[in-house]
């Protein structure tokens, strides 16, 4: 579930191993359904359901309004879409928004999880501040770093004028750095999942491969190249590629940090397709965007796990 | 989180390597503190300063004195309360809805092996693929068919539905933890599977059920997205509608009511969020991960 937009749990890694079940008296598949039909029939209703008409919708020319005839207009709106300049440029921002950040936050969570996984004192300190993001709800995320970005007030500023640096960078408002900016702000927000499920995997690499490696004389950085980056890959594949749709798809964010501007340099595909759909009523055009985000990043993870599957192979 | 020591202390190539090597893991750690904190830090400062402060051409780092004034402000001006009355409403709801579903279901897909588990997994997994506009336009529709629009118990079905799948997915962790043979051994007692269940299997699943349901109220608590769409009525507005609101009205005088708000409305999903931490970095992990 949990969706970009309701806060995110760290993903199940791995399915636990199955236990001993018990296949109850009498056949326990009846049993089964009943217990799941109170979850299964609000699950179908209100969002397999709906899903399915979005995915139709995107073939049709739907518009907000009371009345409005809805008929199916096939690859109108894919061909409209496809002339549509912004459109093109949201998705590349959304692409190097999602794979910015989710590169940024990985090495970063990684530093940090490789960190807490030593004795190091005050690591409490860092854990607990790692995990603090994960509770606060993305707009207030957002609106404390509006406040960090501050071109008069906010601090980042503050600390260049003390440096000698021109003090008084727009962060938010200007071209060239609202894009980076917002990244930084993504990195932030997404820390806590990537570095608990990193940590959790660490503490699962086996000491007695690192023993053995030690004792052939491999040094620091060869052991975590060779014994702790391969142990972990798994993990690591999981978490990245959960990240990756997770920021492709966020909206809260950056809406509220910069709803898309200046003159769209942060207009992410989620922010645009919700102002085709809501502010403009452009509900089939809008669905046909989702469309296209689904199949972009469906070819990306193709292309990702398929690239893990063989280099693991090989 | 439990520290184990199977990868604690890998720093086995000699004194020299740790003598470089611990300051200058201090000195990373340390930035990590700052990166993370010192936004939070700065943010509940500027909650604490006035206007004139906020104004001034060479801002303090600390509050020159600390005043509760933008904290009364922000709660008379945003509309605080209401919007706080308003989320705790659908989460309360979304909890207690989610918790009860999710309780026999999850129950069902621990226990029994069946295809409704693949499909479970399937379908947690593929929702997440979904962009929301997908989603979120049909169900716009057929909420402002049967008068749930601008309806909290509208965003309360959404919340619910979209909780549903990873609630299900802890909870069903949290059955599977259960060991089979107690169950077994009730039954050998002649208990029946009503009594088993409320005995045997409900106590020791308490602390996952607190840890779940804790969890889709933060979700709930912290939505925006939906809430955005669907609530229109600015008596009906969220927590969170309404600090982004208060956004696009900030002038420098409201930073400090806009850094008060932002801390009120965080301290509910926070005191939770330390509530279920340790659950959740290790509980959730070690069944994960481990298997």
Redesign the interface.
């Known amino acids: 579930m949990s969706t970009s937009t309701l806060t995110r749990p760290v993903p199940p890694v791995a399915p636990p191993k199955r236990r001993r079940r018990n296949t109850g008296p009498n056949g326990g598949g009846r049993d089964a359904w009943l217990l799941v039909l109170p979850a299964l029939i609000p699950v179908v209703l209100f969002s397999v359901y709906p899903l399915m008409q979005g995915i139709l919708l995107g073939f049709t020319d739907s518009k907000a309004g009371l009345n409005a005839v809805v008929s199916f207009n096939g690859l109108e709106n894919y061909a409209r879409l496809a002339g549509n300049e912004l459109f093109w440029n949201s998705f590349r921002i959304g692409l190097v928004w999602a794979f910015g950040v989710t590169a940024l936050q990985f090495l970063a969570s990684l530093g940090l999880a490789l960190l807490l996984n030593l004795d190091l004192k005050f690591r409490g300190v860092a854990r607990t501040l790692a995990l603090v993001p994960w509770a606060m709800p993305p707009v207030v995320i957002a609106i404390m770093w509006r406040l960090m970005l501050n071109p008069s007030y906010g601090p980042i500023n503050e600390a260049m004028r003390t440096v000698g640096f021109p003090g008084d960078i727009n962060w938010l408002g200007s071209f060239s750095t609202a894009l980076p900016a917002v990244i930084v702000v993504g990195v932030w927000a997404g820390m806590p999942q990537t570095t608990i499920t990193l940590l959790a995997g660490l503490q699962n690499v086996p000491a007695e491969l690192h023993e053995a490696a030690a004792i052939d004389g491999a040094g620091v950085l060869h052991r975590f190249w060779h014994v702790t980056l391969p142990a972990l890959r798994p993990i690591i594949v999981a978490i990245t590629t959960l990240d990756l749709i997770w920021n492709f798809n966020s909206f809260a964010l950056v809406f509220v940090l910069t709803a898309g501007g200046p003159g769209g340099q942060t207009m992410l595909p989620m922010l645009f397709a919700y102002n085709e759909a809501f502010r403009y009523g452009e509900f089939g055009y809008a669905a046909a965007m989702g469309n296209v985000m689904v199949i972009v990043i469906s070819v990306f993870l193709f292309l990702y796990l398929r690239g893990q599957a063989r280099s693991r192979l090989s | 989180?439990?520290?184990?020591?199977?990868?604690?202390?890998?720093?086995?190539?000699g004194f020299a390597?740790r003598r470089i090597?611990r300051p200058l893991?201090?000195v990373?750690?340390a930035c990590?503190?700052v990166?993370?904190?010192?936004?939070?830090l700065?943010?509940l400062l500027?909650a604490f300063k006035s206007s004139q402060e906020?104004l001034s051409p060479n801002?303090t780092?600390l509050p020159e004195s600390w005043n509760f004034d933008n904290f009364a402000g922000a709660i008379d001006k945003a509309n605080l309360i209401r919007a706080a009355t308003n989320s705790l409403i659908v989460a309360v709801l979304t909890t207690i809805i989610v918790t009860?579903?999710?309780l026999?279901?999850a129950?069902?897909?621990a226990?029994?092996?069946?295809k409704?588990r693949t499909i479970a997994?399937g379908?947690?997994l593929l929702?997440?693929?979904?962009?929301?506009?997908?989603?979120?336009?049909?169900?716009f529709?057929?909420l402002k068919q049967i008068g749930l629009i601008n309806n909290l118990l509208g965003l309360v079905?959404?919340?619910?539905?979209?909780?549903?799948?990873?609630?299900?997915?802890?909870l069903q962790?949290y059955v599977?933890g259960i060991?089979?043979e107690l169950?077994?051994a009730g039954a050998m007692d002649g208990g029946s599977r009503l009594l088993i269940l409320r005995r045997i299997v409900l106590p020791l699943l308490a602390p996952g059920l607190v840890a779940t349901s804790l969890?889709t109220f933060?979700?709930?608590?912290?939505?925006?997205?939906?809430a955005?769409?669907l609530i229109q009525d600015p008596k009906l507005q969220t927590?969170?509608l309404t600090?982004?609101r208060f956004?696009g009205a900030?002038g420098?005088v409201q930073?400090g009511q806009?850094?008060a708000a932002?801390l009120l409305?965080?301290i509910p999903?926070?005191v939770?969020?330390a509530i279920i931490?340790r659950r959740?970095?290790s509980g959730?992990?070690?069944?994960?991960?481990?298997?």
Do not use: C, D, H
Request: aromatic residues 18%; proline residues 7%.
């Open positions: 989180m439990r520290q184990t020591t199977t990868t604690a202390a890998p720093m086995a190539s390597a090597g893991q201090y990373a750690l990590y503190v990166f993370l904190g010192f936004p939070l700065f943010l500027t906020l801002p780092f009860l579903i999710s026999p279901a129950y069902a897909l226990r029994f092996r069946t409704l997994t379908w947690i929702s997440q693929v979904f962009p929301f506009i997908l989603i979120i336009i049909p169900l529709l057929v079905l959404v919340y619910t539905v979209w909780s549903l799948p990873f609630a299900l997915w802890m962790g599977a060991p089979v169950e077994e969890f933060i979700g709930s608590w912290n939505e925006f997205f939906f955005l769409v927590l969170p600090l982004a956004v900030e420098q930073l806009l850094a932002s409305a965080t999903s926070l939770f969020f931490q959740l970095t959730l992990l070690s069944g994960a991960v481990k298997g």
